[in-house]
């Protein structure tokens, strides 16, 4: 089975200024790639995925993330972000052998004014 | 609103006790899967049922059980309760066997007191 590790536990962020957000996957041959959002007692929404095709997937407000196979990266990013923004992140991998998803811990992105 | 039905949103026990907590998946989709989030484990996969049958098993104790019915919708058996099983339970669905990602519902909330 995937494993997904996501560097930072917490991103503190002012608003307008953009935010990376990084997640690494342990390799696999074809690996299907997620990003999904949790706002404050709710529950997980999918910002954005990577089926194949090409490596830059743009997703729901305004967020991307980069598939790079030779760094096993899938990081994502936003140029701007605004105080709405702030929520919890979890990146996911599955892959050919195992469609079942793998989570990350998650990243807490806190946007101030 | 995803299209995934959770019931209860919210579920006060004591310990020792038993509950139930539905799901209701998506129009269309067949499988449904079900994860515990905790604060100190994060998202755990505990189990996965596609056209009624088990698909796949996580991390799931032999105090918890589950089933999909006829109609695909799923229930989650949690008995002899521990105020460890305190968790968020999310319920997740997907066209097939989950390679093209999953949708959320937005979860019950069991508190074991």
């Known amino acids: 089975a995937q494993s997904v590790t996501q560097l930072d536990s917490q991103v503190p962020v002012f608003e307008e200024a953009p935010v990376e957000l990084r997640c690494n996957y342990s390799s696999s041959v074809s690996v299907y790639l997620f990003w999904y959002v949790q706002y404050p007692n709710q529950g997980l929404q999918l910002l954005l995925k990577?089926?194949?095709?090409?490596?830059l997937v743009k997703g729901i407000n305004g967020f991307e993330a980069e598939f790079n196979k030779s760094q096993t990266s899938f990081h994502l990013r936003k140029p701007s972000v605004h105080i709405s923004d702030t929520a919890e992140y979890f990146c996911?991998?599955?892959?050919?052998?195992?469609?079942?998803?793998?989570f990350g811990a998650g990243t807490t992105v806190t946007v101030r004014a | 609103d995803s299209g995934v039905t959770q019931t209860p949103k919210h579920l006060i026990t004591a310990t020792g006790q038993r509950v139930t907590l539905r799901c209701s998946p998506r129009?269309?989709?067949?499988?449904v899967y079900w994860y515990q989030q905790s604060l100190d484990q994060g998202l755990q996969f505990l189990i996965q049922?596609?056209?009624?049958?088990?698909?796949a098993k996580g991390n799931i104790l032999e105090r918890f059980s589950a089933q999909q019915f006829p109609d695909l919708h799923s229930e989650l058996n949690l008995s002899s309760l521990e105020l460890g099983d305190s968790a968020l339970y999310f319920c997740?669905?997907?066209?097939?066997?989950?390679?093209?990602?999953?949708?959320f519902g937005s979860g019950t909330r069991l508190t074991v007191v």
């Open positions: 129009s269309g989709d067949l499988s």
């Open positions: 996911a991998v599955s892959d050919d052998s195992d469609y079942k998803l793998s």
């Open positions: 997740a669905s997907s066209v097939g066997d989950g390679g093209y990602g999953y949708t």
């Open positions: 049922y596609y056209n009624g049958e088990e698909r």
């Open positions: 990577y089926l194949s095709g090409s490596t």
